[in-house]
């Protein structure tokens, strides 16, 4: 994933009276992570904020969202809050493995891709990668790669990795998940979840958290908060804490433990004890589908994958792209082909789309 015209940095001279160095009404496609903080998570920070509570967890915003997160998946969870999402991933595979262990994951996930050998080089961990061309494994795809069991010259696959939604905006079913963790636990494997998109898939399926979580068989959850909303923090969550050993541990020793966790914890009690979570990503899936919808009317686009979430990917003519981007910013996905990725968020309004929509159709008149 790239793109080829970086922003400028901001000077001081760009600072306005509020001490803002950035246009707020300047929008763009590239990432949910471009969005700022919802007021709502916003104003759940403020409220932490004062006096003080017991560090590194020991507090009270920690325990009541154990309540809230069992709330969602099950009484017998144990959620570990930390600071984002490669941290995350790579957390809940180490709780996952033995030092020989491997994981299968899709080509384009986002541990193979876009973590910078994370797993591999700080969780020590193998990936075994096989290509999907919808983003999404299937029992017969992990089988190219769970195999060797016993061979002490290969990493031994232990876990698989999926995520939900896909780095293509791809969703995987209940029962395409089910599918999976009975696959895999018959061969005495694990099964993790990058649920960095977790809540869009949930407004996509009609479906709570837990039917393609807990429910469908996943072992540990990396649950996804600063795409939708939040200002940083992610959670693991052990939904079979016995496959899970050593997460207290883990947490520490990646430099995962937040000593003020009050605040991440704050967060995902205002994104997830109502129905902010919910509202955010229903309005996000809804952009893209609005801007999906717009741009399959304009000569010379061509969509490449189902928007089942909150991206659109398309193929865009020759030098075009480029152009787009000086109003409007966004990544090429597969910068050979032409395709690029456009994403929207829980602040997207129905006026960015129509804009971005309007310039699309002047480039390609």
Known sequence: MTESSPAPAASSADTNASGRLHDPAVRGFASDNYSGVHPEILAALAAANDGHQVSYGEDVYTSRLQEVMAGHFGAEVDVFPVFNGTGANVLSLQSLLPRWGAVVCARTAHINMDENGAPERVGGMKLLAVAAPDGKLTPELIDQEAWGWGDEHRAQPLAVSITQTTELGTCYTPAEVAAIADHV??????????????????????????????????????????????????????????????????????????????????????????????????????????????????????????????????????GSADRLRESFRFYDWDEAAREVRWMCSFDTTEADIDAFLSAIRSELA
Not at 202 to 220: E, I, K, M, W
Not at 249 to 261: D, E, F, G, H, I
Not at 272 to 289: C, F, K, V, Y
Request: charged share 15%; glycine share 10%.
């Open 185 to 318: 636990h018959a061969k005495g494997m694990r099964l993790h979840m990058d649920g960095a998109r977790l809540a869009n898939a949930a407004a996509h399926l009609g479906q709570p958290l837990r039917a393609f979580t807990s429910d469908a068989g996943v072992d540990v959850l990396s649950f996804g908060g600063t795409k939708n909303g939040l200002m940083y923090g992610e959670a693991v969550v052990a939904l079979n804490p016995e496959a899970t050993a050593g997460l207290k541990y883990l947490r520490k020793m990646n430099m995962q433990l937040a000593s003020k966790m009050r605040f991440i914890s704050a967060q995902f009690i205002a994104l997830l004890e109502g129905d902010l979570w919910l509202r955010s990503a229903s309005h996000a899936n809804a952009m893209a589908a609005r801007l999906r919808a717009g741009v399959e009317g304009i000569d010379g686009v061509s969509c490449t994958q189902p928007t089942q979430s909150n991206g659109v990917f398309a193929i865009l003519p020759e």
